[in-house]
């Protein structure tokens, strides 16, 4: 049985090596909630159900800090042009890319994306991920990106799970328009129509060369602060783009992809409360380089590890093979990234209060895995299916 450090605190540098786990070892929840966890000896005696892992082991569910879950279809044709040697750039300019995903959205009504988008949620909570965010960005414009984002909160009524909003207006700017006049529409009648319907916990912008530069970004986070969200960011996807310079201008919860990350931005990082997040499948998908996470850990820096979901540059929602590709590339060792996606994320998204670990009080929401040798087993044996059952809120999954 494996126990993620019980803290609220970020875990970085060398500590994020240090997972404290039990053996032979008994957790009971109740009414939804960690009552207590110890040797299996020690367990209280009472009329509790009892459920017996027989060898498998049982860790924290997954955190997913950063997915776009809501969209209207995938895009395996743009997969084909990548085999082809298509780049992210090209495929965009062509029209494809997050363009393709705006027009499937503008055409489906908000029931069926909902429909839809629950299917997936559904699925990802049966591989092991027990809070998730979600953001907009494939709208572009106001009514489209209100429904993601309804479509968002309405997932988190109904899951039993939490789910964070994010705005993602600033994603790429739509056919029609101009930068400076898309600019407007974000400023004067996005970001208000967002916050007057409290749709959003946070606000993000793709902060890259061709799409928002530094300055804008920055503009576009600035008023979504006043506006009530918490600010992230897409940054250094595709190059050096800023964004880790506009994450700690702006007081940035988080700063999300990093694949390029030169020395003078891990200073930066080190002087701020900016998490960096690493998404190994956008990595891995598109072809680019992974998250230095060695210098982030190097540097003392924590680490929070996402999967990017959506269907142009992540079409994969599955944690286990984050924990994979984290340890093949990024060097990652299994200890250390299960904390980036557990307690790290938690506190991304700050619920570090009721998950991200196994401590008292939190919420039961555990993965119990199938019998394995070691922890290591878990990534090792990538695109395995080694869980037996998810645990939401003392609940186990159907």
């Not at 996606?341 to 895995?369: C, D, E, Y």
């Not at 070691?374 to 044996?381: E, F, K, R, V, W």
Request: glycine share 10%.
């Amino acid at each position: 049985m494996a126990v993620t450090v019980p803290g609220l605190s970020p875990v970085g540098g060398v500590d994020l090596a240090n997972l404290k786990t039990l053996s032979n070892a008994y957790l009971l929840i109740r009414q939804g909630l960690i009552e207590s966890f110890g040797p299996d000896d020690k367990a209280p005696v009472g009329s509790a159900e009892v459920y017996d892992a027989h060898g498998g082991m049982v860790i924290p569910g997954f955190v997913d800090c950063h997915t776009h879950l809501v969209f209207a279809a995938s895009r395996e044709k743009e997969f084909v042009m990548k085999i082809h040697g298509a780049t992210y750039s090209e495929i965009a300019k062509a029209g494809g890319g997050i363009l393709n995903s705006a027009a499937a959205l503008a055409v489906i009504s908000e029931d069926e994306l909902f429909e839809r988008s629950e299917r997936r949620l559904q699925e990802l909570m049966h591989k092991g991920t027990v809070a998730i965010e979600i953001k907009s960005g494939y709208g572009l414009s106001v009514e489209a990106e209100l429904k993601m984002l309804r479509v968002a909160r309405r997932l988190g009524k109904v899951s039993g799970i939490p789910v964070k909003t994010t705005f993602l207006g600033a994603h790429t700017v739509p056919t029609g328009f101009n930068k400076n006049e898309y600019l407007k529409v974000i400023l004067t009648e996005m970001i208000p129509a967002v916050a007057n319907e409290g749709l959003a916990d946070f606000i993000d912008v793709f902060c890259e060369n061709g799409f928002f530069d530094p300055e804008e970004s920055e503009v576009i986070l600035e008023a979504g602060k006043k506006a009530g969200m918490i600010p992230r960011i897409h940054a250094n996807q595709l190059g050096n783009s800023g964004g880790v310079q506009v994450a700690v201008r702006c007081g940035a919860v988080s700063a999300d992809h990093l694949e390029h990350l030169s020395e003078e931005e891990i200073r930066l990082l080190q002087a701020s409360k900016v998490m960096p997040v690493a998404l190994p499948g956008a990595a891995f998908f598109l072809r680019l380089p992974f998250t230095p996470a060695r210098n982030l850990i190097n540097a003392g820096l924590p680490l929070a590890v996402a999967s990017d979901y959506n269907p142009g540059s992540s079409p994969s929602g599955n944690m286990m093979m984050m924990w994979s590709l984290a340890c093949i590339g990024m060097r990652l060792t299994p200890e250390e990234a299960l904390h980036a996606m557990t307690i790290n994320p938690a506190i991304v998204l700050g619920i570090q209060q009721s998950h991200g670990s196994i401590a008292v009080g939190k919420v039961g929401s555990v993965i119990v895995t199938k019998p394995v040798t070691s922890l290591a087993y878990l990534p090792y044996h990538y695109a395995m299916d080694a869980i037996e059952n998810v645990v939401v809120a003392g609940r186990i999954l159907k």
